[in-house]
C-alpha cells in the first residue's frame, strides 16, 4: 500500500520523494557552491575539514562518498589516500554529480563517479575501509535503509561519518529559525533563482532526525563506537561509527 513521508514540511508519497528532491538539486546545481559559502559564511569549509580529519583515513583505503554533491569531501579525502587509494563519488542527481567530478578533473584527480540511489548501493559487501556522507542523509527516504547500505558496503571495522544539519542550542533556536526561514529563502531566490528550494532546505532539517535519535539509528543499522561532534552549537552534527 502507498505510503507518505515527508518533504519538508509537505507529505508526498514515497515513491515520487526522490524525484521532488532531484528537481531541487537540478534548479540550485550551478550555484551550489556559492550558496554554501554564502548561507553558512563559509563555516561548511570548516565543518568537512572536521570531517576528514575525524575519517582518519590512511594512504592505500578505499573511500566512499554518498550524497557527493560538488565533491568537496571526496577531493580532501583523495588527497589523503594517495595514488594508491581511491575514493569513490555518488549521488542520486546527475547534475550534482556532473559538477563533483568536472571539479575533480580541475583539480587533477580522477575520481570514480556513480549516478545511485544511496538505498541501493551498487558495490559488493565489504568493499571500503570508509563511507562519508555530507549533507545527504536528510534527503533519503529512507534513512534507515541508507544506513544499512552503508555498514554493507563497509569492512569490519570500517568508519562512517555522516556530517549533517541537526539540532542547535535551544537558547539559539529563535533567531536560527529566523534566519532559516527568512534570509535562507531570500539568498536562494536572488542568488539560485529558487526561495523554494531553500525554504525546503529549512524545512527538512527539522524533520531530520536529532543528534541522540540518529545515533540510535546508526547503532540499529549495524554500527557501533558511535560518536556524535556538534559543530556550530548543534547547527551541524558530525557521527562517527565502527562497522561491527
Known amino acids: 500500500m502507498p505510503r507518505d513521508t515527508d518533504f519538508g514540511f ?5 515513491q515520487d520523494k526522490a524525484h521532488r528532491v532531484a528537481a531541487v538539486f537540478d534548479q540550485v546545481a550551478g550555484r551550489y557552491d556559492l550558496m ?3 548561507m553558512s559564511f563559509g563555516l561548511h569549509r570548516l565543518w568537512k575539514a572536521f570531517v576528514v580529519a575525524s575519517a582518519r583515513v590512511a594512504p592505500g583505503e578505499q573511500v566512499l562518498d554518498v550524497a557527493t554533491g560538488t565533491g568537496d569531501l571526496a577531493r580532501a579525502l583523495a588527497r589523503r589516500v594517495g595514488p594508491r587509494g581511491r575514493v569513490c563519488m555518488t549521488d542520486i542527481n546527475g547534475a550534482m554529480l556532473a559538477r563533483g567530478r568536472a571539479r575533480a578533473n580541475d583539480a587533477g584527480l580522477l575520481l570514480p563517479a556513480v549516478q545511485c540511489d544511496a ?5 559488493p559487501d565489504a568493499s571500503f575501509d570508509c563511507v562519508t556522507v555530507g549533507f545527504g542523509l536528510r534527503n533519503m527516504t529512507h534513512k534507515d535503509l541508507a544506513l544499512r547500505e552503508m555498514a554493507r558496503v563497509l569492512r569490519r571495522g570500517g568508519r562512517v561519518l555522516v556530517l549533517e544539519f541537526s539540532k ?3 537558547t ?11 534570509v535562507l529563502p531570500w539568498l536562494g531566490a536572488r542568488i539560485a533563482g529558487d526561495a523554494a528550494a531553500y525554504r525546503y532546505l529549512a524545512e527538512s532539517i527539522r524533520r531530520h532526525p536529532d543528534q541522540a535519535a540518529l545515533a540510535e539509528m546508526m547503532r540499529g543499522a549495524g ?3 558511535v560518536d556524535v561532534f556538534n559543530l556550530a552549537a548543534g547547527v551541524v552534527a558530525v557521527h562517527r561509527g565502527v562497522r561491527l
Open 172 to 182: 539559539l533556536a529563535p533567531l536560527y529559525d529566523a534566519y532559516s526561514f527568512k
Open 119 to 123: 538505498e541501493r548501493l551498487p558495490f
Open 36 to 38: 554554501n559559502d554564502l
Open 10 to 14: 509537505e507529505q508526498v508519497r514515497e
Open 168 to 170: 542547535v542550542r535551544r
Open 223 to 225: 554500527f557501533a563506537q
